[in-house]
């Protein structure tokens, strides 16, 4: 008791009165249709609840500190390291898509901490040396279920990733698992029942993101130009606002702040499109609108004006010549090392040894290769090649 009041103290640390109540802030904070972390169904091993942080929060945790994203920092976006220092890593990548996800989930009133965990695991799956090294596994795999850096996502937070002594895996909530799920078998999910307004978000922010830093990217290392640029539609009104703001600016200034106002149009659209979208359904759950099939989306004009700015980066930038050597060499190495691996499975590492007991060798070998860095990948393609004849190293 408290001297002279008869209150009875409690045990709980003071924060924990403030704090411990997740429901409560989320209640004030959040419109109905967010994700509530009351609403969550758990997790495949069940845990006691957290005394201050809400099942998401966990999950952000959970992945920002386990292994393969740390990993992420070593495998390229689009320009390998040979390329240069200024471009983006699949980690810088991330960091920026959930910088959009959350700018949009905040404006929208939407679960924070659930959409900056599914903007921190989008890209968590994806093998070594970009898309070329996606497309070299879904080739040698095709007749083994394929290969897709959304469904290996989710063997790595299940399966692969060793955090725990009771189970494997990251034991992400099952909203978590769930909205990865969706990005892995997206034609299904862009019909019938809608996903979380949270993950189409992240996939929203996700091509925000790099269709503006693609831009900078290239433009920084003379891949392109400005003149080729200003005929596409969402550049003009780019630079247009670029010029109203600064007035004339030397080349890397105005780079920089064309990348500035690409981000802001596409977010600025995309929440004007929401908002009228959302706001005949106040009052209404995150899974009334699952069930009806509400979807968000940029307007027709600008989603037109996406649509030409990212075939002419797939035709000027993904396919030029600089780019297309380092795509072979790099399919070569991953051609040899699958082939090599599947032939003599003993040089796998011990892990992969007994996953491929129960997963098969070719599935063995082909999340072996997804897991590694760029740099990884290269040393242990020599070492195979190399005279000797132990198991390779794990990642």
């Known amino acids: 008791m408290t001297p002279h009041t008869g209150t009875p103290v409690s045990s709980d640390p003071p924060w924990s009165v403030d704090l411990r109540r997740v429901a409560d802030r989320e209640h004030w904070l959040l419109a109905s249709y967010a994700m509530r972390s009351c609403d969550s169904v758990g997790r495949v091993h069940p845990e006691p609840l957290h005394p201050y942080r809400g099942p998401f929060a966990r999950d952000r945790d959970r992945v920002l500190h386990c292994s393969a994203f740390r990993r992420l920092s070593g495998k390229m976006q689009v320009f390998t390291g040979e390329m240069g220092e200024y471009h983006r890593t699949r980690l810088t990548h991330t960091f920026e898509v959930a910088s959009v996800a959350r700018t949009i989930a905040r404006t929208l009133r939407l679960n924070e901490d659930l959409t900056e965990t599914l903007a921190l695991l989008h890209d968590i799956g994806h093998p070594p040396y970009g898309h070329c090294g996606e497309d070299v596994l879904a080739e040698v795999m095709r007749n083994e279920g394929g290969f897709s850096h959304n469904q290996f996502a989710l063997s790595i937070v299940s399966e692969l990733e060793q955090r725990f002594t009771g189970f494997p895996g990251l034991n992400l909530s099952l909203e978590v698992l769930g909205g990865q799920d969706t990005r892995a078998h997206k034609a299904e999910a862009a019909v019938g029942m809608a996903p979380l307004l949270e993950v189409q978000i992240v996939d929203l922010a996700d091509s925000i993101a790099y269709d503006a830093h693609d831009v900078d990217d290239a433009l920084q290392m003379g891949m392109i130009d400005y003149r080729e640029l200003r005929r596409l539609g969402l550049i003009r009104r780019a630079a247009a606002q670029v010029r109203a703001r600064y007035g004339r ?21 995309l929440l004007v499109s929401a908002t009228d979208r959302l706001l ?39 396919r030029h010549p600089r780019l297309m ?14 082939e090599g691996l599947v032939r003599r499975p003993e040089r796998l590492p011990l892990r992969f040894r007994g996953r491929a007991s129960e997963t098969g060798v070719p599935r063995a070998v082909s999340d072996y290769l997804a897991g590694m860095t760029d740099r990884f990948c290269d040393t242990q393609h020599q070492l195979f090649h190399s005279q000797a004849a132990g198991p390779l190293t794990d990642w």
Do not use: I, N, T
């Open 249 to 269: 600016l030397p080349p890397s200034r105005k780079r920089q702040a064309l990348v500035h106002e690409l981000v802001d149009l596409q977010v600025g659209d």
């Open 280 to 318: 005949p359904w106040q009052g209404r759950s995150a899974e009334e609108l699952r069930v009806a099939g509400v979807r968000l989306s940029h307007s027709p004009e600008l989603a037109g004006e996406r649509g030409e700015l990212e075939r002419y980066l797939f035709d000027a930038v993904y």
């Open 325 to 338: 050597r380092v795509r072979q060499a790099a399919s070569d190495r991953l051609h040899e090392l699958f």
